[in-house]
Every structure is written in C-alpha cells, then in structure tokens.
C-alpha cells in the first residue's frame, strides 16, 4: 500500500511560479509510475504530466508544455512538478498518482494510488 501527500499549492499571481510535491509511503516507490493530474470548478479530472520510474521519461500536457516540469526522487520517495509562467486557467486542485509498474500512462484509471489534492490558484 502507498500514500500520497501533496503540497505545495497556494495563490499565486499570474506569470508566477510554483513547486508542487507529492511524498510517498512505501518501500517500493522507486519502481513506480508517477503523474500529476488536475481539476478545475466543473470540469472532468485532466492529465498533467508523468513521469517513468527512473524519471529519464516523461509527458506533459500541450497546454503546460514548456512551462511546467515534472521530476522525481527515488531516494527521497517524493515527485515534483515546478509550475512556471502560471496562467489563471491552471488554477485548479492538483492530484499526484502513482501506479506499481514502471511505466507512466496518460489516464487517470491507470493510476491506483491518489493523493488528496492540493489547491492552486492563479490570480490574473
């Protein structure tokens, strides 16, 4: 069993910047999959960034591409994702998840594990 503690969330004005980060329990951490999906008022859950199980992989959504970056800890069981050049239509709850197979995917019911979800919000 893994969990996952999100934090790093807050209000942040336009054009600003952020570090997300999501601290695992478990020993076997190091050979998960890993994403950072969000969630805006009245929308479906949408896919952010992952990240493989070494961290040498990783996918980003068109919409953060170039702004956000997505890595990971093994050591320090921990994944980030560094939000930059923030966007009022980022703000949303961000969830980590993490999935017991190496590999990363781009869909939420991929992912067994969810953290509780972090609030961000950007002011315009």
């Known amino acids: 069993q893994v969990q996952l503690v999100e934090s790093g969330g807050g209000l942040v004005q336009a054009g600003g910047s952020l570090r997300l980060s999501c601290a695992a329990s478990g020993r076997t951490f190091g050979t998960y999959g890993m994403a950072w999906f969000r969630q805006a008022p009245g929308k479906e859950r949408e896919f952010v960034s992952s990240i493989d199980w070494s961290g040498s992989v990783t996918y980003y959504a068109d919409s953060v591409k170039g702004r956000f970056t997505i890595s990971k800890d093994n050591a320090k069981k921990t994944v980030y994702l560094q939000m930059s050049s923030l966007k009022p239509e980022d703000t949303a709850v961000y969830y980590c998840?993490?999935?017991?197979?190496?590999?990363?995917?781009?869909?939420?019911?991929?992912?067994?594990?969810w953290g509780q979800g972090t609030q961000v919000t950007v002011s315009s």
């Open positions: 998840a993490g999935r017991p197979v190496g590999s990363s995917s781009y869909y939420s019911d991929h992912y067994d594990y």
